[in-house]
């Protein structure tokens, strides 16, 4: 079973859920998609790390070769080339690997050589295989890395949790497409039922089955709750505003791991999943 | 004009609603959401007129002409991005994936596919009580730092004798950050003492010291770990960065935005806190 966790925003407790239900589940995989800022690790600290890096194509000009007749600049969409004092220069961080540069060349003068973006680092930590992609500093774009992710979790035969990019950008939706239930987690401000808003028409788009975890609830009012009450959609858990909680996830301890409560609690949480999950897809068929 | 850039790394450290309590204290008659993929500013500014919107077109996409296609499969074999699907012999470019390099268009022997401006989200600008430039991008959209631009270009034009630009920041540290970060005076950095937030928070200060912008920390909800908020302050005495104050956890902060207001509409510890903040920080910008 793969599920996916997102929200429209980072800070909601995304990370907090799937990372919790990764470490109650048996037999596991957590996977932090999140590149630009992998958290999940530092809760795991997982070991027996292996990394491996995660490299775009970059094209360079071979200068005997180059006669300087802008085809390829001409060419590229993202502004990434350009023909300055006899040399063709490449700005990588706006080249997009697309490969018509080369392609298109008639002199074949572009080869391609691999460039690291970041990495994407797994290990160990007690049932579950943690895997993390990290971004490196001054990137525009993480989505190979994503991608890469997601690709090797389709190899993937135990349960997954995916803890997905936050906002509703493409690769949201990559995340999203392979994904046998989603948990949407929300906060309980007008600024969490805007975002909530966001996911909602996401997974629906997708028609995924999925459910609301209402996350750090007051006693008062609750507008995500309300807006998952008048629109119908499945509350699967809501998890009370907890200074003790709040305290163990800031110091990045695992709470179902430190304290039998928070382990019932998403046990439970778990539990209405698988339910939810394989009533969906018996549903389906 | 001076641009004050907030920023987080990630949501939800209460960037937003500080954003929102400085526009109010500056009395702000420009600012700006950059926060493009999830737009929240609006929710607590008050403006009785409605927006202006203008379509934003972000990269062109390819399309397949299907009475011309002949199905000869070169342009899935040349797709970098996996955005051409085949069924049934039928070749169609799946917009989402479509990275608009144009590559299908000059390989395909026929001219059967062809790119096409795509609308990517929607730019609005409110001018009333101040200048506001804000916009949203398209579910499902790809790069948002182009939009990201816009939004500042937006308020340049419309705004241009303000001396203050405060300018609520993109969430992450890539492109559409770096956009942000583009032309800025002053970053404050908001962080949150949690291991996730130290960690969040060196990455997006290493990000923003490549710009060599005049940087300030400010710790949101400090009591909810003092020890973690301490370990924050060595940080940045260490790297001689300036900490601009700490504000503390306060349930009156989740009310405010409830009802559409600003943490410093009410009298409570955490407005209290973000108005010492913003001066701290207007004095720390103009040094
Ligand atoms: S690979 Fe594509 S994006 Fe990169 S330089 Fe060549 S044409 Fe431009
Ligand atoms: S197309 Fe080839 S020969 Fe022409 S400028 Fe580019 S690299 Fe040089
Ligand atoms: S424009 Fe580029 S990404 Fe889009 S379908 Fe054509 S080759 Fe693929
Ligand atoms: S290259 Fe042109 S003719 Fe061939 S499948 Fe693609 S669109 Fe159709």
Redesign the interface.
Known sequence: MKIAVLS?????GK?LVSVNLAAVALDSVYIDCDV??P?GH??FQPKDLQKERVTVKLPQADPELCTGCRTCVN?C??NALAYIKNKLIVFNEVC?????CL??CPQKAISEKEREIGLIQSGISGNVRVVSGM?N???????PIIKKLLQDSRKENKNVFLDCP?????M??ESIKDADYCILVA?????GV??LE?VY??VR?FQKPFGVVLNKC?E??N?AEDFCLQNQITILEKIPFD?EL??M????QIAVRKHPKYKELFLNLLKTVSKEARHETASDT | MKQLLILSGKGGTGKTTIAGAFIKLAEARAYADCDVDAPNLHLIMTHISKARQTDYYGMEKAVIDTELCDSCSICRQNCRFEAINESNGKYEVDSYACEGCGVCDAVCPIGAVFLQPAVAGELMLYKDNGVFSTARLKMGSGTSGKLVSEVKKQLKQEAADADLVIIDGSPGIGCPVIASLNGADMVLIVAEPSLSGISDMKRIIATAEKFRIKIGVCINKYDTNKELAQKIEAFCQERDLSIVGKIPFDTAAIKAINKGEVIVDIDCPAGWAATNVFYKTLKLMNS
Do not use: D
Not at chain 1, 8 to 12: A, F
Not at chain 1, 96 to 100: K, V
Not at chain 1, 137 to 143: D, P, R
Not at chain 1, 249 to 252: E, I, R, V
């Open positions: 429209g925003k980072g800070g909601t990370t630009e800022e958290n530092l809760f060419f969409k993202f997009h690997s697309c490969g018509g392609l298109f971004m500093i001054g990137e525009v774009s993480g989505v936050p906002g509703s950008a493409c949201v939706m906060e309980p401000t007008v600024f805007h975002n966001m028409e996401l788009i007051l008062e009012e507008p200074l709040g305290t996830h800031s110091n990045g």
